[in-house]
């Protein structure tokens, strides 16, 4: 699915977010000489083809009293990792869970999950939970916490 | 911290917002609030930080589009001036500062592979360290939905 000159506008229109007014979609509309319903049915049809996520609010963790937060990396035998990275996916607490590449000899985690807690020690027993779900499939693991962000603005397309 | 009242409201913006001429009016409803409320509230969150965005979140990768998340070793005395580079690239979506060796973290948002593989080309070279690329093989999962808290963590930090 390519997007279009439209579909590029209104992109770039609400990469930043909805104005905060009354009626937004008839807003974004102005900005890019339609209707707001034209704003509305497409943004609906982007929902259902995925190209639009969700439309929401993106919190910051940290102000939500998720102060820790771990990219947590595993090393996970090749053969067995479809298997268990939905399993891992589904536990409390893991955001976002991807099988990534391993970069040897300093890289061996082939398996990322995200964990979410109040605390480091609440990250830690969430890591445990994944130490016995992986069990012998597991060669190692690490905690990376997050101690800063840097940058957070999302997608940005270039004009 | 959150008051239960804001809470509430950003567990209710989480996704769903509707696609009507008056959404805000329709969220206001639900929560039993004014139009006028629900939008000053977001707004004061948005200035405050306690939400980064509102709006729609784009999945790039389902119009050709890539994220890639790529890592780089940086030397302490370099990490803000190498920030400020990684930074300084528009496809540098989400910056984030980790405990590791691999102490720089982001993730590279583009229209193609190939111009991610370019954008992690050019910083590479602008910052002159190697940057190790992690582009995903599998996505197992992808939700970010905590339960706003409205009581204080126990402080031990980031």
């Given amino acids: 699915m390519a997007l279009d000159a439209f579909d590029r506008a209104l992109i770039a229109a609400t990469q930043g977010g909805l104005p905060l007014v009354a009626r937004p979609y008839e807003a974004v509309g102005a900005m890019l000489g339609v209707s707001g319903e034209r704003v509305r049915e497409r943004l609906g049809q982007m929902l259902d083809q995925g190209l639009v996520r969700r439309i929401g609010a993106v919190p910051n963790h940290y102000r939500l009293g998720y102060t820790a937060n771990g990219m947590s990396v595993w090393d996970v035998d090749d053969a067995r990792i479809a298997e268990l990275g939905p399993r891992v996916a589904e536990l409390a607490g893991v955001s976002h869970c991807y099988r990534r590449p391993r970069h040897l000899p300093g890289w061996p985690y082939n398996l990322f999950a995200m964990l979410h807690g109040t605390s480091r020690e609440a990250v830690e027993r969430q890591a445990q939970d994944i130490v016995a779900l992986l069990g012998e499939a597991c060669r190692g693991h690490d905690i990376l916490y997050s101690t800063a962000i840097l940058k957070k603005t999302g997608l940005r397309l270039k004009d | 911290m959150l008051t239960p009242d804001d809470a509430r409201l950003i567990d209710h913006l989480h996704g769903g917002f509707p696609l009507v001429d008056r959404p805000f009016?329709?969220?206001?409803?639900?929560?039993?609030?004014?139009?006028?409320?629900?939008?000053?509230?977001?707004?004061?969150?948005?200035?405050?930080?306690?939400?980064?965005?509102?709006?729609?979140?784009?999945?790039?990768?389902?119009?050709?589009?890539?994220?890639?998340?790529?890592?780089?070793?940086?030397?302490?005395?370099?990490?803000?001036a190498v920030n400020l580079i990684v930074n300084?690239?528009?496809?540098?979506?989400?910056?984030?500062?980790?405990?590791?060796?691999l102490n720089m973290w982001f993730v590279v948002a583009a229209e193609s592979p190939a111009q991610a593989t370019d954008a992690i080309a050019?910083?590479?070279?602008?910052?002159?360290?190697?940057?190790?690329?992690?582009?995903?093989?599998?996505?197992?999962?992808?939700?970010?939905?905590?339960?706003?808290?409205?009581h204080s963590g126990d402080g031990h930090g980031a």
């Fill in chain 2, 122 to 150: 050019r910083i590479e070279e602008a910052v002159g360290l190697p940057v190790l690329a992690f582009p995903k093989e599998e996505e197992y999962f992808v939700e970010l939905r905590l339960p706003a808290l409205t």
């Fill in chain 2, 88 to 101: 300084s690239f528009p496809e540098v979506a989400h910056n984030y500062r980790r405990t590791h060796t």
């Fill in chain 2, 25 to 80: 009016a329709a969220v206001a409803e639900q929560l039993g609030w004014s139009e006028e409320r629900v939008i000053a509230r977001l707004q004061a969150l948005l200035d405050q930080g306690v939400l980064t965005r509102f709006g729609p979140l784009f999945q790039i990768e389902r119009a050709g589009g890539q994220f890639v998340l790529a890592a780089i070793a940086v030397p302490e005395e370099r990490f803000d």
